[in-house]
């Protein structure tokens, strides 16, 4: 059988709200509400109206404010008082659905239920007839068998069970893994075994709690297995460990080629405002939303993700974070585990002109301190930028140029330190540079000049003053070409500068 369109049906408002440790009010419950609309769910469970007051009329008020195509549902155990209870809470909804449920299986039934499993049956179909006589030809009912994950002994039971909810109006029957406490191959062998004994117009659900950690994987493989509806929370909220997240989940079967109704693009969004609603702060680990789960830190995977930066497939990301409206959502951090491509990229990204030749150069010493400090802040990282590359260290230190007088050439007076050696040149030359290279030469120190270029130093954003920048390539007689720079807000003393930094990194 084909995969339909997976149905998303949201249980924030109803499992999460009642894992909160201060459930919401009608006001905030329609925060979620709109962000529900706004990412394409087709159902929503508003609430549990019998539970108390507030939350009767939080159902009240989203039904009535429901669009004509959301599917608005409430929660009722299988018994009269809870029915009416939702039936009152949703009549107004466009498309009402009463969700009405008791648990199936072995220890469920003797242990909590204290009931005859042929009574539990009765029950539950006549809580759904019931359901469906209140809802008339306008709405729905959908039937659960709480604790399903737990009735791998009794599924001939339970299937049974299930065909007489059919019989007795229930269009979707929802499948919970109420505890996960076993393998997602199991759970998702129970929901195969189901689709196969019940009719293909009625509706199976799942909906997974996340104990171990695998709901997502249960929920997910469930849909392949032939479960149309999906029961799905924003971030994860629910009982203890929470519900499967709806974020991972629409992703998931997004990059298998499923079509997910969900606007994918609001995920990170809607993320940020259900953390902040609900006080429970995101993992900075969690799957898709976490504010590390796209940070690369190893050299060698910030090295693939660069190189696949622009790219639909990364070599070390699941998605490309626009998908989920996290365009800047890709993170490099230098550690001691890092490399030359961070740096380059984080002094990069800060509007710093930088070769990848010059991150080389850098490595070692963000790298010591990283060791000692741990993930550098961009702030350290660009001072050792600006330290290393524009004040280099080494023999040579320079103390002054000046142009003399206007000959028919100009001449420049240079002062500079050699290990403690002064020296005082006056050198004619079509500018400063060749000036400055003709003093170096006659004192020994001869550079060969293969690059030459000046440029404002991009200091605007910082609310500096531009500097004049110039960067120059020297070739050693070991051919080896090295990049130094010098800024100053004279131009002719850049020029020198980057010949010093230069000086200083051939002869260091
Ligand atoms: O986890 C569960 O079994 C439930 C049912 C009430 C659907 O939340
Ligand atoms: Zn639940």
Redesign the pocket.
């Known amino acids: 059988m084909e995969n339909k369109k997976p149905f998303f049906y949201d ?1 924030t408002l ?2 999460g709200n009642q894992a909160l440790k201060k459930p919401w009010s009608t006001a905030q419950k329609e925060i979620i509400f709109n962000e529900l609309v706004k990412l394409g769910v087709q159902a929503v469970e508003v609430g549990f109206s019998g539970s108390n007051d507030m939350d009767f009329e939080a159902c009240r008020h989203l039904a009535g404010i429901a669009p004509s195509d959301i599917v608005i549902s409430g ?1 009722a155990r299988a018994m009269e008082k809870d029915i009416i209870k939702v039936a009152d809470a949703i009549k107004h909804a466009p498309k009402p659905r009463i ?1 009405t ?1 008791i ?1 199936m299986s072995p220890f469920n039934m003797k242990y909590v239920l204290k009931k005859d499993p042929m009574d539990i049956r009765k029950i539950a179909a006549e809580a759904v007839r019931y359901a469906k006589t209140l809802m008339g030809e306008r709405g729905e009912v959908q039937f ?1 068998v ?3 994950g737990d009735c791998g002994e009794n599924i001939g039971f339970v299937i049974d069970s299930l065909l007489e909810c059919v019989e007795a109006g229930a269009t979707t029957l ?1 499948l ?3 505890v996960e406490r076993s393998r997602p191959f199991e759970f998702v062998k129970l929901v195969r075994q189901v689709r196969k004994e019940i009719p293909e117009n009625i509706t199976i659900s799942v ?1 997974c ?1 996340n104990d171990l950690g695998m709901a997502t994987a249960t929920t997910v493989e469930s849909y392949f297995a032939g479960s149309g509806q999906l ?1 799905t929370s924003l971030n994860g909220l ?2 203890r460990a929470g ?1 499967t997240n709806m974020y991972e989940v629409a992703v998931a079967l997004h990059n298998c080629g499923a079509k997910t109704p969900v606007n994918l693009s609001r995920i990170y969004e809607t993320a940020i405002v259900v953390a902040e609603m609900s006080n429970i702060p995101i993992y900075e680990k969690a799957p898709l939303i976490g504010e590390d789960a796209l940070a690369h830190r190893s050299g060698i995977h910030q090295d693939g993700a660069l190189k696949t930066q622009g790219m639909k497939k990364g070599a070390y990301r699941p998605i490309h974070p626009s998908l989920i409206g996290r365009d800047d959502g890709e993170k490099y951090g230098f550690t001691s585990q890092s490399g030359k491509t961070a740096l380059y990229e984080i002094i990069k990204s800060q509007g710093y002109p930088i070769s990848v030749e010059e991150a080389i150069r850098l490595v070692p010493v963000a790298k010591e301190q990283a060791e000692k400090l741990g993930e550098l802040p961009t702030d350290s990282i660009i001072d050792i930028y600006l330290k290393e590359i524009f004040e280099t260290e080494g023999p040579f230190e320079f103390i002054s140029f000046k142009k003399l007088d206007n000959g028919p050439k100009d001449k420049f007076n240079l002062k500079f330190k050699h290990e403690n050696r002064e020296f005082d040149l006056t050198q004619e030359g079509d500018g400063p540079v060749e000036a400055c290279l003709k003093a170096l030469a006659g004192a020994g120190f001869v550079q060969k000049l293969v690059h030459y270029e000046q440029s404002a130093f991009n200091e605007e954003t910082k609310g500096a003053q531009a500097d004049a920048m110039t960067v120059i390539q020297f070739e050693t007689p070991e051919g080896l070409v090295i990049t130094c720079r010098g800024k100053d807000p004279s131009t002719q003393k850049a020029n020198v500068k980057a010949i010093f930094n230069g000086l200083n990194l051939i002869h260091k």
């Open positions: 249980i109803r499992d929660l969700h449920f648990a659960s709480e604790h399903f929802n919970p893994n109420t909906h709690h029961e629910g009982e519900n």
